[in-house]
């Protein structure tokens, strides 16, 4: 019976880091408002990473997020675990 149950309960304690990971926002093709689905981007924070990304480019990692204005480490913790980049990626594999 345990061996039964056993799937069952891992997959109830892994089924929120599944649904996290599906909801990470990929900063480098998301709009304004998209963005401000972040938690800790408002519509001001939205458009300066908007703006920031169309001076410079796509983001080649989180980390640079901190060279947008009004975002520093403080606000990284933050925002790191909800932001992917997944346009780079696919880009750099072509």
């Known amino acids: 019976m345990k061996s039964f149950i056993r799937p069952f309960v891992l997959a109830l304690a892994l089924g929120p880091l599944s649904v996290m990971a599906a909801d990470l926002i990929d900063i480098n ?7 401000q689905q972040i938690n800790g981007i408002g519509p001001a924070k939205a458009q300066a990473i908007v703006e920031y990304r169309g001076k410079h480019g796509a983001f080649k ?6 060279n947008v204005p009004g975002i520093g ?10 932001v992917t980049l997944k346009a780079a990626q696919a880009a750099g594999k072509k």
């Open 29 to 35: 093709s998301a709009d304004a408002l998209t963005l």
């Open 73 to 82: 480490p403080k606000m990284m913790t933050t925002l790191k675990p909800q």
């Open 61 to 66: 990692s989180v980390d640079e997020l901190e």
